[in-house]
């Protein structure tokens, strides 16, 4: 049992320093980080209902899964080939189109949350 519970904390240990080389050499992942912070202080601030805010968790944990596997494919392929590929831009270019269709998908809830709060507290 103990070397389950070992492995499983080097497993951890592991997944973290992903997050953290994200966090240092990512620049949308720390742009994701700050939108997220905004949108959970935000559902706060505005009062959003505990199914809102549960939307707006799975939102933003699916988001930074997301430019994490990005990250992941973008290293890998950096790994195999540093020269220009049609393959590997290929790769690349999908892995950053998902992540820019979920993004987008994001806004359009974030909208559908935050847009009728702040159109009322702005007294239209």
């Keep these: 049992m103990h070397e389950i519970i070992h492995r499983h904390?080097?497993?951890?240990?592991h997944?973290?320093?992903g997050v953290?080389?994200?966090f240092r050499t990512q620049p949308n992942f720390v742009i994701h980080v700050f939108l997220s912070l905004l949108?959970?202080?935000?559902?706060?601030?505005?009062?959003v209902s505990v199914g809102e805010m549960l939307v707006i968790v799975v939102v933003i944990v699916g988001g930074l899964s997301f430019e994490l596997v990005n990250t992941a494919?973008?290293?890998t392929c950096d790994a195999i080939d540093t020269q220009h590929r049609d393959e590997i831009k290929i790769a690349k270019d999908s892995a950053a189109s998902a992540m820019l269709v979920y993004a987008l998908g994001a806004l359009v809830v974030a909208g559908i949350i935050f847009i009728p709060r702040i159109i009322l507290l702005l007294g239209f």
């Design 9 to 13: 904390t080097k497993s951890f240990g």
């Design 15 to 17: 997944a973290w320093e």
């Design 20 to 22: 953290l080389f994200a």
């Design 39 to 47: 949108a959970v202080t935000s559902g706060l601030a505005l009062h």
């Design 73 to 75: 494919i973008e290293a």
